[in-house]
């Protein structure tokens, strides 16, 4: 989060006060992929952005993830040890849409479990989303309305428009 927040010229600080500091949220999920006779009928994960500000991605061997870019669909390698991190809406909103929201997916091998335990970094649910005010000039405008954190979630979880 600090060198996010230094790739923008901000204090260290500033990313994490945006998401609500020391009441920023950290949860775990569990993913479990089974394999799949059919790998290219079916998606483990649909195409979708987090709606929380970063996840760190574990996996087990098996590759799966895809991100979109420049309207392919890429491959993540599998690299042991690693942890792949990814960008979610609230990063792209506090940043004012300079960081942007990866759109990713999940593919289904076709005799390999797959498992990933990704680690989301969300704000506290009373948390006002705002682009960060240092980032705001008269040559860059605010692009995203103020939205009370757990409003946004609930907004984006039925899918309803959020400015
Ligand atoms: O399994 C992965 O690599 C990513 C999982 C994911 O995108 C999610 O749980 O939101
Ligand atoms: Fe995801």
Redesign the pocket.
């Known amino acids: 989060m600090d060198q996010i927040a230094e790739g923008l010229g901000l204090r260290h600080e500033a990313l994490k006060e945006g998401l609500g500091g020391e009441k920023s949220e950290y949860v775990l999920?569990i993913?479990n992929f089974p394999p799949n006779p059919q790998p290219d009928a079916t998606l483990g994960?649909p195409e979708?952005t987090?709606i929380v500000a970063l996840?760190l991605?574990v996996?087990n061997e098996v590759p799966?993830?895809q991100v979109f870019h420049e309207d392919h669909w890429f491959d993540v390698q599998y690299v042991p040890s690693s942890i792949?991190v990814t960008v979610g809406d609230q990063i792209l909103r506090l940043s004012n849409g300079k960081y942007k929201n990866v759109l990713?997916r999940?593919t289904v091998d076709k005799e390999k479990q797959r498992m990933?335990w990704?680690v989301f970094v969300d704000a506290n649910p009373d948390v006002v989303i705002r682009p960060l005010p240092e980032l705001i000039t008269g040559d860059n405008p605010s692009m995203f309305k103020p939205i009370v954190c757990k409003d946004f979630k609930y907004r984006r979880l039925f899918k309803l428009p959020v400015d």
């Open positions: 999920r993913n994960l979708h987090d996840a991605i996996t799966g993830l792949t990713h999940v990933s990704p």
